[in-house]
């Protein structure tokens, strides 16, 4: 779990870089804790500027964490890690799923894609493997 996070901090790092709003989308708020934490640490040499999504600092953040209640900021690219499809996913420009091995996991994946590909959607994949 902590590399699908890890490479949740590096996708929406790279987005960010390239000029782009970012929603990192979590489960529930123990997840929006966890990631907000790493965001911090994941790197010695970088910073991703960030809020939780419903923070005061929320507005001025270029990447927000949060849940699928929470507002996403205009953010135009969407990192899931949200076992659920995101409301309303047309809105984003570029949804990025992270992939692992863990088989519940890879189960939710495959219906979010039917559900992705019945709107005429095709997600990005970012694939940890199978080990």
């Not at 965001?39 to 040499?45: A, I």
């Not at 992270?98 to 694939?127: C, W």
Request: charged share 30%; net charge negative; hydrophobic share 45%.
């Amino acid at each position: 779990e902590r590399q699908r996070r890890v490479l949740a901090c590096r996708l929406a790092e790279k987005a960010w870089l390239s000029s782009h709003r970012v929603y990192v989308l979590v489960d529930d708020e123990a997840a929006a804790r966890e990631l907000d934490e790493l965001l911090w640490q994941f790197s010695d040499v970088s910073f991703v500027p960030h809020a939780r999504a419903g923070d005061p600092a929320a507005a001025a953040a270029a990447v927000l964490v949060g849940t699928a209640g929470a507002a996403d900021g205009g953010a135009e690219v969407l990192v899931n890690l949200s076992a659920a499809l995101p409301p309303a996913p047309e809105r984003y420009q570029r949804i990025v799923e992270v992939v692992d091995a863990d088989e519940e996991r890879r189960r939710l994946g495959r219906e979010r894609f039917r559900s992705y590909r019945e709107r005429g959607m095709m997600p990005e994949t970012h694939n940890l493997g199978d080990g």
